[in-house]
């Protein structure tokens, strides 16, 4: 089983603040996932990442952005947060069809 | 266009009762297709999955879910529920012929179990 890790776990921050959401796993995991859950609600995949250097945009829109510079590290950025932004934000890795999720962030935008 | 349908969105049980979600697709092949359950708070951890093979998985927990072919639908069951269970539960589908390595979800089914 995969062990992926995120932080913050639990973020309130201000408007327009800049923010990055942590999210690394050890298994070497070559896809990583990013997706958006509003409280009770469906999962939508706002980034998605099958390697090094290889980004791609969800079927949700976001103003995030993402990067993978290394294999096992796959953070979020938002620019400049808003109230909007309010959710929770989940991680997941895989290495085939099976994908595996981190704990979530849940971020709060005051 | 491909999509996953959880009919019910919330389900109460008592504990100790039986209990099938159900779960169905739509897709011009088998996809693979997956369980999970998320616990208030937290991530989404795998429950059972299918990829070919028996019809039967079974998964953790206790849990266990049926491919119907004929009926495109995988419904998870418990013969005998916990309160423990009392959480959200999510099928996905991965349309693997589509080689996007990509899950639909469903909209999840929450259960409530009373003691």
């Known amino acids: 089983e995969a062990d992926i890790y995120q932080t913050p776990r639990y973020l309130v921050i201000g408007t327009g603040k800049k923010i990055t959401l942590e999210c690394s796993q050890t298994?070497?995991?070559?896809?990583m996932y990013w997706y958006q859950q509003d409280p009770g609600m469906e999962l939508h995949l706002i980034h998605y990442?099958?390697?090094?250097?290889?980004?791609e945009k969800g079927d949700l829109s976001s103003e995030s952005t993402v990067s993978r510079i290394r294999t096992e590290h796959f953070p979020l950025t938002l620019e400049s947060a808003r109230p909007s932004h309010t959710s929770q934000y989940l991680c997941?890795?895989?290495?085939?069809?099976?994908?595996?999720f981190g704990p979530g962030t849940r971020l709060t935008v005051t | 266009a491909q999509s996953v349908t959880q009919p019910d969105i919330h389900i109460t049980v008592s504990e100790g009762a039986s209990l099938e979600l159900r779960c169905n697709y739509s897709y011009g092949a088998t996809p693979y297709l997956f369980w999970y359950v998320q616990s208030p708070g937290q991530g989404l951890q795998l429950l059972l999955k299918?990829?070919?093979?028996?019809?039967l998985v079974q998964g953790i927990k206790g849990f266990e879910a049926e491919f119907k072919r004929s009926q495109s639908s995988f419904n998870l069951r418990k013969p005998s529920v916990h309160w423990s269970d009392a959480a959200e539960y999510f099928c996905a589908v991965e349309p693997y012929t589509s080689g996007t390595y990509k899950y639909i979800f469903g909209t999840g089914t929450r259960l409530k179990v009373l003691a």
């Open positions: 997941a890795s895989s290495s085939s069809y099976e994908q595996y």
């Open positions: 298994m070497g995991h070559d896809k």
């Open positions: 299918y990829f070919s093979g028996d019809t």
């Open positions: 990442s099958y390697g090094v250097n290889s980004t």
